[in-house]
């Protein structure tokens, strides 16, 4: 894809820590006024300190964005996991567990499943076939990974980096990093990767 990963100051100015990548997740995957999963109203989301989760205004019922995703259970700090993903979509033959663990400073076997969490989550986009096709359901899910405020040309709008995932139920995930959720941008990722026939299922997806 024609699309740039951020740089590594841009990494962490827009995740100089923990709260600022949960947040970051959150605001992808849900946002604000997201309609509560149980008592179906418009919701201001309040952040529970406890956990890594959200509390609904109304009811209280709690959102987790780390569920479904490869953080969901790790006690890696998501700022690690976040600048482990970049560096994966950043190159082109793939990180080694030894290089994670050097970049990252966790020890090897932290590196090791780390790094084989996120192949299991990605794939080349170039080298791997369509998905999907006749008779089968395929989910776009967006998971995050950026986001770069833009200058005044931009009237201020975020342009976010996300890795938008293509995956077949039950099958494979191939994920990409584009820039933002412009259906323009997003288009050709399910072009390329979708086969047509199916069912195209983007629930998370505003584009
Ligand atoms: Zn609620």
Redesign the pocket.
Known sequence: MSTKPLTTAQFFRQFPDDESCLNRLFEVRFGQDFE?P??E?A?KWFRIKAERAYS?Q??G?HLHPTVGTPFEKTRTPLQLWFYAILLFTTTRHGVSAKELERQLGVTYKTAWRMARLIREHMADVDSEGPIGGPGTNVEIDETLVGGVKRGKENRGSAAKTIVVGALERGGELITAVVPNQRRATLEPFVTKNVRIGGNVHTDELRS
């Open positions: 509560c149980k008592c109203r919701s609904c109304w009811c019922h």
